[in-house]
């Protein structure tokens, strides 16, 4: 076939959509809606070229709405593991022979299929399977994953393009990226689409083949990222899912020879689980697994006394309360100068007190439901145990209800000490903890911000004095891997904030970076000499 170097499209965030009353996408969505609440699926596992029912279903149910089915998904054991891996290694050779551009056109194709035609199905899939609100499923499972895919691809051409800069007289000095030997386990966390969409892809993109586990809360979705990777092309084998519990999938593929890294996100207590286990097992390896893990935060903003009080509360609220605070990078723990408070404080409960709470199918609900029942037992703890202790206040909210679906009231706790508890411990809900410092103890709090938490996810400050700002972005540099000035600390995007933290919260790869997509491959350089040396003396070696 003719050959050439080929450019690819340039990537360009996909807009997102106002789902505004009247708009076609607002129709089209609540269609979707209806649509996928009138009918009852049964979700197979994905394993080479088969759809595997196993006939031990598992009920899917919206968080909001408990006792509503939206199907079934077919619950695997370890032989499903190891049939995924034998398709994944069966399917390698092919794949990773297959040109890049060819790889890099299957995942465009995806791209536009997130983006148009699935648009209304994933959005509608994401809201109702982990009771996020249109908005929030919009910016996540149609925009973002667009933006991982079309993004990546550009990495990866980027990647391949970089070679030796010198090449003397008589050599030609070449890099290639080889693709890891082995398969690669992507295991992914309930809270983000485009993660789960994301963390296969990334690897098999360049040119691996994977075994792909998503949290159970987000099959539903998982699904239909699965029939848009089956539509663009991805052949046989490349990506399985399988639905099988923890335990049963580290027991087959920690252990496999071929097992060639992992692609996380999830807690830091399973993460550490993973690469202690990897580390007893390393003897077993063809290689050293790459291990990429993002692994939560409890993620603070800093609000300075020259802060805009409006800025203030707004980020507050949008970047506490967004999607129940379910984000890795939502903020949890905010420390506010005592000469603000009292203005912070009247807007903050004057927004929360306008929020409403419901099902994502009312367009104007703010606030959905926690993702299920552990999640909110969890939660209710938490808040019941603030209500009795006398050293701190609960400001907003503080109610909670299970009945009918898994909503917790955003809740504002204040503390009299940066070290109690909901200041230290990530909850991974809409539990929000205030501490009030002393104007004068700036440089206090941010030696009290960098040693409270163990995480370094992400962080805020917020402040108009520029000293200040400068002062933060210094101390606070390792306590927040995206950090944020004048903003909330959610919101990461694709190709602009590269995502990720170090210290408790990872292992800082990068999703939507060039970084992350490296993790992937294993480069191999190559020397040809055009003007081979005949004889092994040199000419030092003469006499004189």
């Known amino acids: 076939m003719s050959k ?41 596992m994905y394993i080479g070229d088969k759809a595997i029912k196993t006939g031990k279903k598992v009920a899917l149910r919206p968080p909001h709405n408990h006792q509503h089915v939206l199907g079934y998904f077919h619950e695997g054991d370890k032989s499903h593991v190891n049939d995924a891996i034998d398709a994944a290694l069966a399917a390698k050779h092919d794949w990773e022979n297959l040109p890049w551009y060819e790889r890099a056109s299957i995942f465009l194709k995806a791209a536009d299929l997130v983006s148009g035609p699935y648009r209304a199905k994933i959005n509608a899939a994401t809201m109702l399977g982990q009771s996020k609100n249109a908005f929030q499923a919009e910016i996540d499972s149609a925009c973002e994953l667009a933006d991982f895919l079309r993004f990546n691809v550009e990495y990866m051409t980027e990647i391949y393009a970089q070679q ?65 990777f089956k539509e663009a092309g991805v052949p046989d084998g490349v990506i399985n899912l399988v639905y099988v519990s923890g335990p049963d999938a580290g027991d087959v593929i920690f252990k496999h020879p071929d097992f060639a890294g992992i692609h996380f996100t999830g807690s830091t207590a399973v993460f550490q ?66 000469s603000l408070w009292p203005q912070i404080k009247e807007l903050m409960l004057r927004d929360i007190k306008s929020f409403k709470m419901g099902g994502v199918e009312d367009f104007t609900n703010f606030i959905n439901a926690v993702i ?43 503390a009299s000490k940066p070290d109690y508890v909901t200041m230290c411990e990530e909850l991974f809900g809409p539990v929000l ?49 995206n950090f944020y000035v004048n903003d909330k600390c959610t919101g990461a995007v694709v190709g602009q904030q590269p995502f990720g933290g170090a210290r408790g919260s990872g292992t800082n790869d ?15 350089t190559i020397k040809e000499s055009f003007d081979s040396p005949k004889d092994y003396r040199y000419p030092f070696m003469q006499e004189d």
């Open 4 to 44: 050439g170097f080929f450019k690819v499209p340039t990537p360009v965030n996909e807009p997102v959509l106002s789902y505004a009353p009247g708009t076609p996408e607002r129709k089209s969505l609540q269609k979707a809606l209806k649509d996928a609440l009138e009918t009852e699926i049964e979700v197979p």
């Open 164 to 228: 030796p800069p010198v090449s003397p007289k008589g050599v030609w000095n070449k890099v290639e990226q080889r693709p890891l030997e082995g398969f690669v386990f992507a295991l992914t966390p309930f809270n983000f689409t485009a993660i789960a969409g994301n963390l296969p892809s990334s690897a098999a993109m360049m040119g691996n083949v994977v075994v792909w586990k998503p949290a159970n809360t987000q099959i539903y979705a998982a699904n239909v990222i699965m029939q848009i």
């Open 273 to 338: 689980d993973i690469w202690k286990t990897i580390g007893n097992n390393i003897h077993r390896y063809k290689s050293y697994p790459r291990i990429v893990g993002e692994t939560g935060g409890k993620d603070f903003i800093l609000i300075h006394p020259s802060a805009d009080v409006e800025i203030s509360s707004t980020a507050i609220v949008r970047g506490a309360f967004e999607y129940q605070g379910q984000k890795c990078s939502a903020a949890s723990r905010v420390y506010i100068a005592k």
């Open 372 to 414: 299920d029942e552990k999640s909110f037992d969890k939660l209710a703890k938490y808040i019941d145990d603030a209500k009795a202790d006398s050293s701190v206040e609960i400001i907003a909210g503080g109610n909670y209800d299970k009945s009918k679906g898994y909503f917790i009231e955003p809740t504002v706790i204040v």
């Open 433 to 481: 903890t205030v501490f009030v410092y002393e104007d004068e103890k700036y440089d206090e709090i941010l030696k009290t911000i960098d040693e409270t938490s163990i995480y370094a996810l992400t962080g805020a400050v917020i402040a108009q004095d520029r000293y200040a700002i400068d002062k933060a972005t210094k101390a606070l540099k390792n306590a927040a891997g």
């Open 510 to 524: 990068k999703a939507g970076s060039m970084i992350n997509l490296l993790r992937w491959v294993s480069p191999r």
